[in-house]
């Protein structure tokens, strides 16, 4: 036991892949280190040509991309979005700080992501927007929600947060519907601590759009002169991020390709490994292999939750952190209080009580994943092959 637990294995670890502490020290050097400056121009730069997105704005976070869309979705008391249960609490409260009612639908047991046929039914006449979540890096059935959207003049809001560098049939995920949200926090692959971006697809959103991340005014203007003075113009907050953020932040993006690349690696090695508990139906693991994904996520379910919790305490007893994910909006106090259901969620809930992630970063070794892999073989009673 000493042995195994001599180095532990952390759920995530951030790393520092390039010239982060280089381009720091340049913005320090540039002389501003407030939003607005020449990394966070860079960065949008970077993403308009990486994703071949039409207009990309950094944020400080995927938090505030997702209030920046909901302010640009127009949505106000009375209006409904429909979205998963199983997502992140900023998805739903971007659009609840609006007054907005979410409206949760069931997700797919096979990508856990939102149904799409469960989209159509949940459809009221006060339904302004639709918001697919991307969970673990699979893309969504865009084409359909796309189809369902444009039938029902919806806005498709996508919640990219975790599926950066991840495409739909060639399109970079967030450069799909009207707007997306992207994350750069900590806990993604291409990180800054702290940090998001709004990708507008839709160009007539562009200058309300600037707007409302500079605190409501047309300072965007005033800086490429197209006005002689900026003034307050409109709802806004301050979205942007510092140029630490976002210097940080730009030397993740030269080696983005290399980190997703080595996140799938480690993706598809758990998967051939845990495989043989998938045949004996101990397990069940995604669908989806390392070229579908951009390595975000790796996680499997177990037959119960107290089949988990045993699990989970087993792999801590061996040094590994593993952990679970999202207790469904619907069952929380505020999505109660706050939101709605359309139908059964079922396989929300079910996911929620049994889904398992696993280790996963861009540090982690081949060796480390064995022995993951193998510390949750022998709580089944195998080994591995």
């Given at each position: 036991m000493t042995e195994l637990l001599s180095e532990k294995i952390p759920f995530g670890r951030p790393a520092?892949?390039?010239?982060?502490?280089?381009?720091?020290?340049?913005?320090?050097?540039?002389?501003?280190?407030?939003?607005?400056?020449p990394f966070m121009k860079r960065c949008e730069a970077w993403l308009e040509t990486t994703l071949s997105a039409r207009r990309a704005l950094m944020t400080h976070s995927c938090t505030g991309a997702l209030e920046m869309?909901?302010?640009?979705?127009?949505?106000?008391?009375?209006?409904?979005?429909?979205?998963?249960?199983?997502?992140?609490?900023?998805?739903?409260?971007?659009?609840?700080?609006?007054?907005?009612?979410?409206?949760?639908?069931?997700?797919?047991?096979?990508?856990?992501?939102?149904?799409?046929?469960?989209?159509?039914?949940?459809?009221?006449?006060?339904?302004?927007?639709?918001?697919?979540?991307?969970?673990?890096?699979?893309?969504?059935?865009?084409?359909?929600?796309?189809?369902?959207?444009?039938?029902?003049?919806?806005?498709?809001?996508?919640?990219?947060?975790?599926?950066?560098?991840?495409?739909?049939?060639?399109?970079?995920?967030?450069?799909?519907?009207?707007?997306?949200?992207?994350?750069?926090?900590?806990?993604?692959?291409?990180?800054?601590?702290?940090?998001?971006?709004?990708?507008?697809?839709?160009?007539?959103?562009?200058?309300?759009?600037?707007?409302?991340?500079?605190?409501?005014?047309?300072?965007?203007?005033?800086?490429?002169?197209?006005?002689?003075?900026?003034?307050?113009?409109?709802?806004?907050?301050?979205?942007?991020p510092s140029e630490l953020v976002s210097a940080f932040l730009m030397a993740q993006f030269e080696l983005a390709d290399a980190i997703c690349e080595r996140r799938r690696k480690v993706y598809d090695l758990y998967h051939d490994l845990l495989a043989p508990l998938a045949t004996e139906g101990l397990v069940t693991l995604p669908r989806a292999s390392g070229a579908e994904v951009n390595g975000h996520i790796f996680w499997m379910l177990l037959e119960s939750e107290p089949v988990r919790a045993d699990l989970i305490r087993h792999l801590t007893a061996h040094g590994i952190n593993a952990v679970f994910h999202y207790i469904p909006l619907?069952?929380?106090?505020?999505?109660?209080?706050?939101?709605?259901?359309?139908?059964?969620?079922?396989?929300?809930?079910?996911?929620?009580?049994?889904?398992?992630?696993?280790p996963l970063y861009y540090t982690l070794t081949d060796d480390h994943v064995r022995r993951v892999a193998g510390a949750i073989s022998a709580f089944f009673g195998r080994s591995l092959g």
């Open positions: 520092i892949v390039g010239r982060e502490f280089d381009y720091i020290e340049q913005a320090i050097r540039n002389g501003t280190i407030a939003g607005g400056g869309a909901a302010m640009l979705s127009n949505v106000g008391p009375g209006d409904e979005v429909i979205m998963p249960s199983f997502t992140f609490s900023a998805t739903a409260t971007a659009f609840v700080l609006r007054g907005a009612t979410p409206v949760f639908v069931d997700i797919d047991p096979d990508t856990l992501n939102i149904d799409p046929a469960l989209i159509e039914p949940a459809i009221t006449e006060r339904t302004r927007v639709v918001v697919p979540v991307h969970y673990a890096g699979l893309a969504c059935a865009m084409d359909e929600i796309m189809t369902i959207a444009q039938r029902h003049s919806l806005i498709v809001v996508e919640d990219a947060a975790q599926a950066h560098l991840s495409h739909y049939k060639g399109k970079a995920l967030g450069t799909i519907g009207d707007l997306g949200c992207l994350s750069f926090h900590e806990t993604k692959n291409v990180i800054s601590g702290e940090g998001g971006a709004l990708i507008l697809n839709n160009e007539t959103l562009l200058n309300r759009a600037e707007i409302i991340r500079e605190k409501g005014t047309d300072r965007s203007m005033f800086f490429r002169g197209q006005v002689d003075k900026y003034t307050w113009q409109d709802i806004g907050s301050s979205y942007c619907h069952s929380a106090p505020a999505g109660r209080k706050y939101g709605r259901t359309s139908g059964n969620l079922a396989v929300t809930e079910r996911v929620s009580n049994t889904l398992l992630r696993l």
